[in-house]
């Protein structure tokens, strides 16, 4: 069974920088579908990225935030940790930040292109991150 650990949340100014950590334990990390989501008070958990570690195949949200390269995401297999890497944050960005897993493993990269929450069942109890102005 996966088990999922955000960390690296936290208070920062506009303009500032965090690294999200998510940790995994208990199945082997690589062949999981990941990903990561937010979600702001009042607003639906939207996705972030998703990842496939075993192969490094990785995709940002088309949305027009995350496509200005302001959130750029890595993973480390020998550590079991995935990574969302955010600059030039704005106070928009501030919600809960959260990493989920598939806990079913493949082989299949291409079965991991989704940002849609319902393909997760693991989820990590996420990380608070606050921009303020």
């Known amino acids: 069974q996966v088990q999922l650990a955000e960390s690296g949340g936290g208070s920062v100014q506009a303009g500032g920088s965090l690294t999200l950590s998510c940790e995994s334990s208990?199945?082997?990390?690589?062949?999981?579908?990941m990903g990561w989501f937010r979600q702001a008070p009042g607003k639906e958990r939207e996705g972030i990225a998703a990842?496939?570690?075993?192969?490094?195949?990785?995709?940002?949200?088309d949305h027009s935030e995350f496509a200005k390269g302001r959130f750029i995401i890595s993973h480390d297999n020998a550590k079991s940790t995935l990574y969302l890497q955010m600059n030039s944050l704005k106070p928009e960005d501030t919600a809960m930040y959260y990493c989920?897993?598939?806990?079913?493993?493949?082989?299949?990269?291409?079965?991991?292109?989704?940002?849609?929450?319902?393909?997760?069942?693991?989820w990590g109890s996420g990380t608070q991150v606050t921009v303020s102005s």
């Open positions: 990842v496939y570690p075993n192969t490094g195949t990785a995709w940002i949200r």
């Open positions: 989920a897993a598939d806990p079913n493993p493949t082989a299949n990269p291409r079965y991991c292109y989704t940002f849609n929450p319902d393909k997760y069942s693991v």
């Open positions: 208990g199945d082997t990390f690589s062949t999981h579908c």
